[in-house]
């Protein structure tokens, strides 16, 4: 193993510590295993539904009004 330094803010920290305590586990160990699971949980957002690109809107101009279509209020 190598040591390595880790920036936490004091909140993220102390809950961390808090859940070492409670696993009765060192904080490094719960660092190594969180990161592990990390790496080897797929990206996100990394692959898009299948039914991607089956479907037609009819509209032609659909890219270039995302925004205006993304983040409109859906009850307005």
Do not use: C, I
């Not at 490094?28 to 996100?44: G, I, K, N």
Request: aromatic share 6%; charged share 25%; net charge positive.
């Amino acid at each position: 193993m190598k040591r390595t330094s880790l920036f936490l803010d004091s909140k993220t920290l102390n809950a961390l510590k808090r859940a070492a305590k409670r696993q009765q586990v060192s904080v490094a160990s719960l660092v190594r295993e969180a990161v592990q699971r990390y790496l080897a949980e797929p990206a996100a957002g990394g692959r898009l539904p299948s039914v991607t690109g089956r479907f037609s809107s009819g509209m032609a101009n659909t890219a270039e009004r995302a925004d205006e279509l993304l983040w409109r209020d859906p009850h307005a």
